[in-house]
């Protein structure tokens, strides 16, 4: 699911009061725009930044083995089973 057109569903339901997001937003601490995490990693294709997940889960690990592989790049090899 994307979240962008999930918040975009919410916002045209007219849950938010516009006026009032645009004078919160970023009005004091706690409603202050965060810099997002950003990573830089070494690929086939050259050197590539890129953003961490935005949203945390608790449960689940993250991260992906490898970033911007070429198809057919990988080196072959049998998956271990958990």
């Excluded at 918040?7 to 706690?30: I, M, P």
Aim: proline content about 7%.
């Amino acid at each position: 699911m994307s979240l962008t057109r999930a918040a975009l569903w919410l916002q045209s339901l007219g849950v938010f009061e516009r006026e009032y997001a645009h004078r919160t937003a970023g009005s004091d601490e706690r409603h202050a725009y965060l810099e997002p995490e950003t990573f830089t990693a070494v690929t086939p294709l050259g050197d590539y930044q890129g953003m961490t997940d935005q949203v945390k889960m608790l449960r689940s690990p993250g991260g992906y083995r490898t970033v911007l592989l070429p198809r057919g790049a990988g080196r072959p090899e049998w998956l271990a089973r958990p």
